[in-house]
């Protein structure tokens, strides 16, 4: 069974402080991963997926297959960055998507 | 392009009846997938439509059904309501020229509450 896990639920940082979401996944095959963002009020969308292996406002994910991780980071945090984030997983076929169970992050100014 | 749109947006219900939920991808879009969150389960996958043919399938019961029209356009159907299935029900769609693992575009959301 493919399962996403993220272990924090509250990110806080300071304005300018590095940020660091963890994700792992558990998946037999070759994984598509993903981070998807809720901003307040408004829709999950998609913040970044690890086979475009795109900068978005500042984010990269790298995909460790070893680990089977795909952490979310960015050096410099933006108060804009608060919001809900969430790993997810697709695969082995369709648009199925597995939900972690999301982080929340607070940039303080 | 227009978003994802869901109707109704809330909705409340009883114990026992049923309900129906309906989902507009943005056009041309042929995959409609339906996750159901709530506070403690968080995101779930229901089912994932595509040319009118159900792909995939999660963990619920049978009392949750849906179907696509010829013009992509899904409904979500939960029978003999109970508390539990209270919850925000969210429905996004994808491009999916073929393959798996296409960006999905979310809707508001419909948020159910069964008294």
């Known amino acids: 069974a493919q399962r996403v896990t993220q272990p924090e639920k509250l990110l806080s940082v300071f304005k300018g402080a590095p940020v660091e979401l963890k994700c792992n996944y558990s998946y037999s095959g070759s994984p598509e991963l993903f981070w998807y963002v809720q901003y307040s009020r408004q829709r999950l969308q998609l913040l970044l997926r690890?086979?475009s292996r795109e900068s978005i406002k500042g984010f990269t994910a790298d995909l460790n297959k070893g680990e089977t991780s795909f952490h979310l980071k960015k050096p410099f945090a933006q108060e804009e960055d608060s919001a809900m984030y969430y790993c997810a997983l697709s695969g082995p076929a369709g648009n199925k998507l597995t939900f972690g169970g999301g982080t929340r992050v607070l940039v303080k100014p | 392009k227009a978003g994802v749109t869901q109707t109704p947006r809330y909705l409340i219900k009883t114990r026992g009846q049923q309900v129906t939920l309906s989902c507009s991808p943005i056009?041309?879009?042929?995959?409609v997938s339906w996750y159901q969150q709530t506070p403690g389960q968080g995101l779930q996958f229901l089912f994932e439509y595509f040319s009118e043919t159900q792909r995939n399938k999660g963990n619920f019961p049978g009392r949750f059904s849906g179907r696509q029209f010829s013009n992509s356009r899904s409904e979500m159907n939960v029978s003999t309501l109970e508390l539990g299935d209270s919850a925000l029900y969210l429905c996004?769609?994808?491009?999916?020229?073929?393959?798996?693992?296409?960006?999905?575009?979310f809707g508001p959301g419909t948020r159910l509450t069964v008294t």
């Open positions: 056009s041309g879009h042929r995959s």
């Open positions: 690890h086979i």
């Open positions: 996004a769609s994808s491009l999916d020229p073929g393959g798996s693992g296409y960006e999905q575009y």
